[in-house]
C-alpha cells in the first residue's frame, strides 16, 4: 500500500494561540480551524485551490476566521466533500457538544482540536460540555492505533499511543 504524503503547515492563530492547519495534496488544500487572521491563512492557501474547510467545534478562537474565509474561498465549512482529501469525521463531544475529531487514516494523523491535547484533554466546565461524553469520547478514541499523530488545536502534537496512557487520570 502507497503512503499518501500530506504536508501540513500549522499556524497560530488569535489571542487564545488557536493552531490552525493548513493541510496540502497536489496543488489542493484544506484549512482546519481558522481560528483568526485570515490573511495569513490565505496567503498559507495561495499557491492551492482550498477545496474544504473543516471546523473541530464553534468556539470563536476557532472561528473566528471562518466566515471570511468562506466568502473567499466559496465553500461552506463541515461539507466533508473528501474530493482529494480522504479521512473519517469521529463525534467526540466533551469540551464542546458539537467536537469533531477528523482522521486521515492512510496518513496515520488526527486533528483532535480542543478534545485531546499533549498530556490533556480540553475543559469540561464550559456552556456545553459534558464530562460523561469526555469519557465517551477517549473510550472511543481509545481503539484507534497507538502510532496515530495528534495535531491538536493548542499547543504541541503527540501520538495517541503517548496520551493513551493519561486516559484514565483525567477523572
Known amino acids: 500500500m502507497q503512503v499518501i504524503e500530506l504536508e501540513i503547515e500549522k499556524i497560530v492563530v488569535g489571542d487564545l494561540r488557536c493552531n490552525c492547519y493548513i493541510v496540502k495534496k497536489n496543488h489542493k488544500c484544506l484549512i ?4 483568526d487572521n485570515a490573511l495569513e491563512i490565505k496567503n498559507a492557501c495561495q ?8 471546523v473541530t467545534h464553534h468556539h470563536f478562537d476557532h472561528v473566528g476566521a471562518l466566515k471570511e474565509l468562506e466568502e473567499f ?3 461552506r465549512h463541515n ?7 480522504q479521512y473519517e469525521v469521529i463525534k467526540t463531544p466533551g469540551h464542546a457538544s458539537d467536537c469533531l475529531t477528523f482522521y486521515f487514516r492512510d496518513e496515520k494523523v488526527m486533528f483532535t482540536g480542543d478534545f485531546l491535547f499533549y498530556h490533556t484533554i480540553g475543559r469540561c466546565d464550559l456552556e456545553t460540555s459534558n464530562i460523561l461524553d469526555m469519557k465517551k469520547s477517549l473510550a472511543k478514541i481509545r481503539e484507534y492505533d497507538d502510532d496515530i499523530l495528534i495535531y491538536p ?3 504541541r502534537n503527540s501520538i495517541l499511543g503517548e496520551e493513551k496512557k493519561y486516559f484514565d487520570n483525567y477523572f
Request: proline share 4%; hydrophobic share 30%; aromatic share 16%.
Open 32 to 35: 482546519i480551524d481558522p481560528g
Open 79 to 85: 461539507e466533508f466533500l473528501r474530493k482529494t482529501f
Open 153 to 155: 488545536g493548542h499547543g
Open 47 to 54: 499557491d492551492y485551490q482550498c477545496e474544504e474547510i473543516l
Open 73 to 75: 474561498y466559496h465553500v
